[in-house]
Every structure is written in C-alpha cells, then in structure tokens.
Nanobody, 123 residues
Framework: EVQLQASGGGLVQAGGSLRLSCVAS????????IGWFRQAPGKEQEGVSC????????YYSDSAKGRFTISRDNAKSTVYLQMNSLKPEDSAVYYC????????????????WGQGTLVTVSS
C-alpha cells in the first residue's frame, strides 16, 4: 500500500521556521518525484516545491523561492521542506505527493497524496 506521511506542521510566529517531513512507503521511493503543495481555507491548492527522483533538480513557487528548501534522503524514503522566514500567508495545510511521471511540476502530475500537515503562522 502506498503511503505518504507528512509531519512537522505547527504554530509558529512570523519570521520563524519549520521543517516538514514526508515519509514514504509502499513504493520504490527513488523512482518518484516528490512535491509539496498547500491549500489555505477558501483557496485553491497550489504547488510549493518539488524535487526530482534523484534530487538533482528542484523547483519552487515564486512565494517559496529564497525562503524554502526542499531536499530528499532516498535511503530514508523521506523528503524535507525547510521553511524559513515564514509569513502569515504561508498558513495552510501542506501536502506531499509522489509521481513516477517525467513531468512533476503540476498538481495533475501526481498520483499519490499524503494526508497533510497544518502550518499556522501568526503575525
């Protein structure tokens, strides 16, 4: 059974940091690109960052560039999202997702989704 377990969310003050983790199981992790997405109340889901199966390439949304860093440890089947300089507008449920596809920058590219972890940034 494919599982993606996101964790690390919580309440943090603006300017603070959080590190999200996504632990995968049930599939060959190194064959899958992993993405982080988020959804705030009343808003559409949006891509935050994604990383190639090998870790050789990564992409960020404009809002995440310069503040967030994605990384992966294939030996641990885990992807991390280090989030620094957090802003209230970063508040959302963050989801990790996995795809074996060649293209992996869009929500529609992803086949497997985790349950999400809530990030709340207070002003």
């Amino acid at each position: 059974e494919v599982q993606l377990q996101a964790s690390g969310g919580g309440l943090v003050q603006a300017g603070g940091s959080l590190r999200l983790s996504c632990v995968a199981s049930g599939f060959k992790f190194e064959d899958y690109a992993i993405g982080w997405f988020r959804q705030a109340p009343g808003k559409e889901q949006e891509g935050v960052s994604c990383i190639h199966r090998s870790g050789s390439a990564s992409y960020y949304s404009d809002s995440a560039k310069g503040r967030f860093t994605i990384s992966r440890d294939n030996a641990k089947s885990t992807v991390y999202l280090q989030m620094n300089s957090l802003k209230p507008e970063d508040s959302a449920v963050y989801y990790c997702a996995a795809t074996p596809r060649k293209y992996y920058r869009r929500v529609l590219d992803y086949d497997y989704w985790g349950q999400g972890t809530l990030v709340t940034v207070s002003s």
